[in-house]
């Protein structure tokens, strides 16, 4: 029989093993301590007071902008030669997780054996949860003395600092001379109870209290991440993705890679790191796996498609999420997305639509249709080509409901506007051979006429609003309109 303390005990091993750092800077001597260590060191203070390991296993953890060089290397710092500016942050980080009465910090530059691919490619995977378990992330801004610079600051510019500023449940800004930006112990929440998080007397007297919702306005500003999304604890998801991306749309990373990286914390996916694939190919891997949950979000983008080998359903990076549409699709089911040779497979509702006017506009085109299912029905869009008048047109729904097979759609829909062409192989001749040739063979010529749908490209998704029946949300229709196609 497993006794309850064995079972916290197992839980704390877990948790130490896999949800910390692999190793810590001991701040007592500036040395490294390995997971395994950092276990045995907290182990007994647990046993005694159980409850949530990450209660007692803490530390701090570093968020800023690595200088161009001169940053303390894993070896640096093993081998005790770590000197210049870049050291004199990490003792300055030191100094105050110290005063946030921690045993335990860690830093992106030395305590990651960059050398082991094996270790970087845990290290980038893990990296949003490592934050996220931290007791304080201490943020230095290199750039900013008042809170107004921060408006500036680079720190607020690059990608992997997004999931910095989400991920930690406390947060610390300091500015350029290491003073604390605010006087509040823990910037996202001006109410954090000091009996719970202490912090020594030296910090507690350098707070000078300003007004606590000030740096997050701020950020807000500076990030456009909404100032609800800043100061509540967020949840990685694949979900809200058009609104999300945006938040990495204006960062920049220095490996072309590390765009789609530096998101896998944010909606809670992951993926094998491979330096040298490309920003492209990456950025796609990010989407499809994101794809897999079926939030319909991923797909609210506009603009060019990614050169992707199958699909042009594939944004090219955060930028394509900036023009998104807000769209309700909250309520709708899972959509079913699955990538295959043949391009993004995704059961939609298919409603026909019929050019109404095709007029030129600038540089493009204005073009509206119309629903014959829908009279009242109009989509207006705008295109940089003429849509061909031979071409049969639909609106595909993705933010529809299922109950059994019967899809039902809402008041407010979402969809993409597809087309598809007449099938040239329908121009060959039909073979009628002689019918004396052949006994009791049945002959069918084949009946499609169209190739298959795709999407008017640079387009995105619209929204249709439909008649609804006041007391119903939500329309159910034959099963006839679910239609699977291949984008």
């Not at 993926?271 to 891997?285: H, S, T, V």
């Not at 795709?454 to 006041?470: A, C, N, T």
Request: charged residues 25%.
């Amino acid at each position: 029989m497993v006794l309850p303390e064995e079972c916290y005990v197992d839980e704390f091993d877990r948790y130490a093993m896999n949800d910390i750092p692999i190793r810590l800077i001991r701040l007592i001597d500036m040395t490294f301590l390995e997971r395994n260590e950092v276990r045995e060191h907290f182990r007994t203070s647990y046993i005694k007071r159980l409850g949530q390991p990450s209660d007692t296993v803490r530390y701090a953890i570093l968020s800023h902008r690595w200088l161009n060089q001169g940053e303390p290397t894993y070896e640096e710092i093993r081998a005790g030669t770590a000197a210049g500016p870049g050291y004199e942050k990490l003792k300055k980080f030191c100094a105050k997780a110290e005063e946030y009465n921690m045993e335990f910090a860690w830093s992106d530059t030395c305590c990651i054996n960059k050398s082991s691919s094996t270790e970087l490619d845990e290290s980038i995977r893990s990296m949003f949860r490592w934050y996220g378990n931290s007791a304080v992330c201490i943020v230095h801004l290199a750039q900013s003395e008042t809170i107004e610079d921060m408006m500036e600051d680079e720190w607020t510019e690059r990608g992997w600092t997004l999931q910095e500023l989400l991920a930690p449940a406390r947060i610390k800004f300091f500015n350029k001379y290491w003073v604390p930006m605010t006087g509040d112990r823990n910037d996202k929440d001006d109410k954090d109870d000091i009996n719970e998080f202490l912090v020594s007397r030296p910090l507690l007297s350098s707070l000078r209290r300003r007004g606590p919702a000030k740096i997050l306005e701020t950020l807000e500003r500076a990030t456009g991440i909404p100032y609800d999304d800043l100061r509540r604890k967020f949840c990685p998801s694949p979900s809200e993705v058009d609104k999300r991306m945006t938040w990495a749309a204006r960062r920049k990373t220095t490996r072309v890679e590390d765009v789609a990286y530096s998101l896998m914390g944010m909606f809670d996916v992951s993926l094998q790191i491979a330096y040298g694939e490309g920003g492209d190919r990456a950025f796609c891997r990010l989407i499809e796996v994101i794809m897999q949950a079926g939030d319909p979000s991923v797909l609210n983008w506009k603009g060019e498609a990614a050169r992707h080998h199958t699909s042009r359903a594939i944004p090219r990076s955060p930028q394509s999420f900036i023009a998104y549409r807000r769209l309700e699709f909250e309520g709708s089911g899972q959509l079913e997305m699955t990538m295959t040779s043949l391009g993004l497979r995704v059961p939609l509702v298919i409603f026909p639509l019929s050019v109404r006017s095709n007029m030129r506009a600038g540089h493009g085109y204005s073009i509206t249709l119309d629903c014959p299912l829908c009279p009242s029905i109009k989509v207006d869009i705008d295109t940089s080509c003429r849509l061909d008048s031979i071409d049969q047109y639909a609106l595909g729904i993705v933010n529809y409901s299922l109950i059994g097979h019967v899809p039902g759609i809402r008041g407010k829909s979402a969809g993409f506007i597809l087309h598809r062409a007449p099938d040239i192989f329908h121009c060959v001749p039909v073979c009628k051979p002689n019918c004396t040739a052949f006994v009791g063979l049945e002959f069918s010529p084949p009946e499609e006429r169209f190739a298959e749908w795709k999407l008017v490209e640079e387009v995105g998704l619209v929204q249709v609003d439909f008649p609804i029946i006041p007391d119903e949300p939500v329309c159910y229709i034959d099963r006839q309109y679910l239609q699977t196609v291949y984008l």
